[in-house]
């Protein structure tokens, strides 16, 4: 990432991430308060604002939830104050309740949240379509499909916001979120963070029974209002082309058609309307836009959100166009779209002969028939990689006593855990899930229920599950995977980190503590590279016959290193003494770390650059044969 | 026309990084540049890559299949694993570098007879696609900068030798100076050098190049 550009006061053109895009134009438009829980593909936004924190005197705190995120933000929009927050489909999921609320109470300083799907599910649980937030909540919505939109985007949406006192929500999918491209950065109009008084802007933000029923009736008051507006924006227009088809699209979609169209010499012919406002939709757009088409092809990805209204629409504007989409099979609803994808959808509506690429994805098959999978894995030295060795090895030794169990992974970096070599795992759903399902399992299986949740997740949304789960007596085993930081998305601070956002000091929140709180009785908290320990402190917590806790702690290696780095110390390697290695791949076998391959001599090699030094294999060595080297490379 | 590069490697060799140089490069220099760029999840050694277009008309931040000009692959297995990307008789820059993945090297241990895949059996794969192809040892050449990690920038410094990437090379090296850490720009800029004079000697045998210097 290069910071310089998204603080400069320069006003040039610069190359940007989609994501550092959205947090130069919140800055351009003095946002003053930010809250982020981290995940792809929003982080980015997070972790830019938190490097810029020290060039600026804006508030930001990375929250134990979106939900939190999201009322951190409608706080000091209450307050007058503009804030931002951005969260992946599922946090959106998660920030849902108080989002529906906002709709009904509004708010006063521009409150902009940033809802990032994941078709495809690159990064996520599932393909969430987060669009439909938008009319279910009453909450306009912009839609940008390339940096610059996003970053302008994101500017009006802070006008929007306080015209009509609503929260505005940024819609952005992965390729937009992850797409670099050319931003022409404005003025930066900032000015100092002041705190306000309250007794000078009371007024009253609740919702309930009476009150909401006759805020209901302003929420669609506000919505026809923004319908209107809506008809003019800058971020709908339209392209006519000289024949009877047109495409309406929007978000990323929109620089598929464009490309589509230069390759099928169809620019100039086949009309385009780009959709930038897609809740409330600008109708009057569409039916103007469809009136006197004969084909009207809808590109969208995900469900047909836009496509239903098309129909809608049609049936009294122009019920005899043909309208190509999901409806007709042109497009599917399952996984991202691409430009192959969208070519292909349009060159068989217009009836051109267009070469297949399935040739070229079928030759290209054959050649890499042998290549092996690069599945993500535990980084070398990852903590969590000794924890399921320990963790292995003991329940091994219980399933000989005649033992059996279930295992619920939850959502982090030790989900790796379902990926082969290393797969084993009952289930995962989401944060904090694999809590709230032991505590169903414990009633409905004879096997013993393990838990993993790291300590992101824990905090996030594991606490409420271990307090029903002691209240009731529900008896299982929980690993608490602490390793100091949320890893998966890039090592951004918890409440198990000594720093908040910008790297400023924080107070550690002890997950032991809460645990004890709660009531917990079985509590052992592990070093977890500690790996001979460990076997018999899990075995006794899965002997237990009660609730469990095991905190198994190290810090993450990634964030380890940075923290070595920092120190100006060596991270040390180890390598294998091959005088003493009796080839029985015990390392190899147990640990499948990514700095292990097999020499010329059938050996096990460590590679010197990928080593972290971490010792964990080789204090597991029978014939200890794996040696500290002397100094990295 | 656009210039298409489509950029591969392993989580950790700093793709993300080079991409970014790229591109701030290329905005410097006047052009138009748009990426699509995977990657989410932050643990190393999985597959990452980048899709990178220079030019007017590139619309999508996406490559169509059998439309990129050129693979740049930090991992020699890397280069295959996206061959449907690549133009027949595109240009391939891939490392000599390969990195076995754990699952690969299970595999060895526990079924007999099985071997490595090696830099010469990816090689004579491409061969099918494209007779345009150079190895550079970048792992070396990284060494001989002075930091190991410099991988990326040696690729950089070969692309930068072609005709068709348009770039100027003193924005190149400001961009280098502005994004990578300030003890390892010396570095960094030895590895753009290194890798620059190397592609004369490989690359610029199979495709056009600026004039050497």
């Known amino acids: 990432m290069v910071l310089k550009d998204v603080i400069t006061n320069e006003k040039k053109s610069a190359f940007m991430l989609c994501n550092e895009a959205i947090v130069?134009?919140?800055?351009?438009?003095?946002?003053?308060?930010?809250?982020?829980?981290?995940?792809?593909?929003?982080?980015?936004?997070l972790d830019t604002f938190s490097e810029a924190l020290g060039n600026f005197d804006y508030q930001m705190e990375i929250t134990t939830n979106e939900k939190v995120a999201l009322e951190v933000c409608a706080g000091a929009?209450?307050?007058?104050?503009?804030?931002?927050?951005?969260?992946?489909?599922?946090?959106?999921?998660?920030?849902s309740d108080t989002l529906f609320v906002l709709g009904y109470t509004g708010v006063r300083g521009g409150l902009v949240l940033v809802i990032a799907d994941d078709p495809h599910a690159h990064s996520s649980q599932s393909e969430?379509?987060?669009?439909?937030?938008?009319?279910?909540?009453?909450?306009?919505m912009l839609e940008p499909s390339s940096p610059q939109e996003a970053k302008d985007m994101v500017k009006k949406a802070f006008e929007i916001s306080e015209r009509h006192r609503v929260p505005v929500i940024i819609r952005?999918?992965?390729?937009?979120?992850?797409?670099?491209?050319?931003?022409?950065?404005?003025?930066?109009?900032?000015?100092g963070f002041k705190k306000v008084k309250w007794k000078e802007l009371r007024e009253e933000f609740t919702t309930l029974g009476e009150v909401a029923r006759q805020k209901k009736l302003k929420m669609l008051e506000r919505t026809e209002k923004l319908t209107k507006e809506f008809e003019n924006s800058e971020f709908n227009f339209v392209t006519r082309g000289d024949s009877d088809a047109g495409v309406i699209t929007s978000s990323v979609s929109y620089l598929y058609v464009l490309e589509a169209l230069k390759v099928l010499n169809l620019q100039g012919k086949v009309s385009v309307l780009k959709l930038g406002t897609t809740y409330p939709l600008p109708k009057g757009m569409i039916r103007s836009f469809i009136k006197d088409l004969k084909r009207v092809i809808v590109a969208e990805e995900l469900s047909p959100y836009l496509e239903k209204e098309v129909y809608a629409i049609a049936k009294d504007t122009n019920p005899s166009v043909a309208i190509f989409g999901k409806n007709s099979g042109t497009f599917s609803e399952a996984w991202e779209y691409n430009p192959n994808i969208v070519v292909k959808g349009i060159a068989s509506v217009m009836g051109i002969e267009y070469p297949d690429y399935a040739p070229i994805i079928q030759d290209a098959k054959q050649l890499k028939a042998l290549i092996p999978d690069r599945y993500p894995t535990f980084c070398a030295g990852c903590p969590h990689r000794a924890t399921f060795v320990a963790l292995n090895q003991a329940l091994r030794i219980q399933v000989a006593k005649g033992q059996e169990h279930y295992f619920a992974n939850d959502i982090g970096c030790y989900s790796m855990w379902v990926f082969p070599p290393i797969s084993r795992s009952d289930s995962s759903l989401c944060m904090g899930a694999s809590v709230g399902v032991a505590n169903g399992l414990s009633h409905a299986i004879e096997e013993r229920v393990v838990a993993a949740v790291g300590d992101s997740t824990f905090y996030h949304a594991a606490i409420p599950a271990l307090i029903d789960a002691v209240h009731n007596g529900n008896k299982f085993t929980l690993l608490i995977l602490d390793n100091s930081v949320t890893a998966m998305t890039g090592q951004q601070s918890n409440p198990s980190?000594?720093?908040?956002?910008?790297?400023?000091?924080?107070?550690?929140?002890?997950?032991?503590?809460?645990?004890?709180?709660?009531?917990?009785?079985?509590?052992?908290?592990?070093?977890?590279y500690d790996v001979k320990n460990n076997v018999e402190v899990f075995r006794k917590a899965l002997d237990y016959d009660g609730l469990s806790v095991v905190i198994?702690?190290?810090?993450?290696?990634?964030?380890?290193?940075r923290n070595k780095r920092r120190r100006g110390e060596p991270i040390v390697p180890f390598h294998v003494d091959k005088s003493l290695c009796k080839r029985p791949y015990m390392c190899l076998r147990t640990f499948y770390c990514p700095a292990y391959d097999i020499d010329e001599d059938q050996q096990p090699r460590i590679s010197q650059d990928l080593c972290d030094g971490c010792s964990v294999c080789s204090k597991l060595?029978?014939?200890?044969?794996?040696?500290?080297?002397?100094?990295?490379? | 026309m656009?210039?298409?590069?489509?950029l591969c490697g392993v989580g950790g060799q700093g793709l993300v990084l080079l991409t970014s140089v790229i591109g701030d490069a290329c905005a410097k220099s006047g052009k138009k540049v748009i990426t699509g760029e995977m990657y989410g999840l932050s643990q190393r050694s999985g597959t990452v890559f980048v899709h990178l277009r220079i030019g007017e008309d590139a619309f999508s931040p996406l490559i169509r299949y059998g439309d990129a000009d050129i693979i740049i692959a930090l991992e020699a297995i890397e280069a295959l694993r996206y061959i449907e990307y690549l133009k027949k008789d595109g240009i391939i820059l891939m490392n000599k570098r390969i990195m076995h993945p754990p699952i690969e090297t299970s595999k060895i241990i526990t079924e007999k007879g099985t071997k490595y895949l090696t830099v010469e059996d990816v090689v004579s794969k491409l061969r099918n696609w494209t007779p345009n192809i150079a190895v550079i040892d970048a792992l070396k050449l990284a060494r001989d900068s002075g930091n190991v990690n410099t991988e990326n920038t040696v690729f950089l410094g070969c692309l930068s030798a072609l005709e068709a990437f348009p770039a100027e090379e003193s924005y190149i090296r400001e961009s280098i100076a502005e994004a990578v850490p300030k003890k390892t720009v010396e570095q960094n800029l030895k590895a753009f050098d290194l890798g620059k004079k190397n592609a004369h000697d490989s690359l610029c045998t199979l495709v056009a190049c600026k004039s050497a210097p």
Request: charged fraction near 25%.
């Open chain 1, 77 to 95: 929009s209450f307050a007058g104050l503009r804030s931002l927050t951005a969260m992946k489909s599922v946090g959106a999921n998660v920030a």
């Open chain 2, 2 to 6: 656009s210039l298409n590069i489509f």
């Open chain 1, 128 to 140: 969430e379509d987060g669009r439909f937030f938008a009319p279910n909540a009453y909450i306009p």
């Open chain 1, 24 to 45: 130069r134009g919140a800055l351009e438009a003095d946002v003053k308060v930010v809250a982020f829980y981290p995940g792809a593909p929003t982080s980015e936004v």
């Open chain 1, 172 to 191: 952005t999918v992965t390729r937009v979120n992850h797409q670099s491209g050319i931003v022409q950065l404005e003025n930066m109009e900032r000015t």
């Open chain 1, 552 to 561: 198994s702690r190290r810090e993450c290696a990634l964030y380890g290193d």
């Open chain 1, 621 to 633: 060595c029978p014939f200890q044969s794996i040696k500290r080297s002397e100094v990295k490379a």
């Open chain 1, 497 to 528: 980190t000594e720093f908040t956002a910008g790297w400023k000091q924080g107070k550690k929140v002890s997950i032991e503590n809460i645990c004890k709180a709660i009531g917990v009785e079985f509590l052992e908290i592990v070093d977890s």
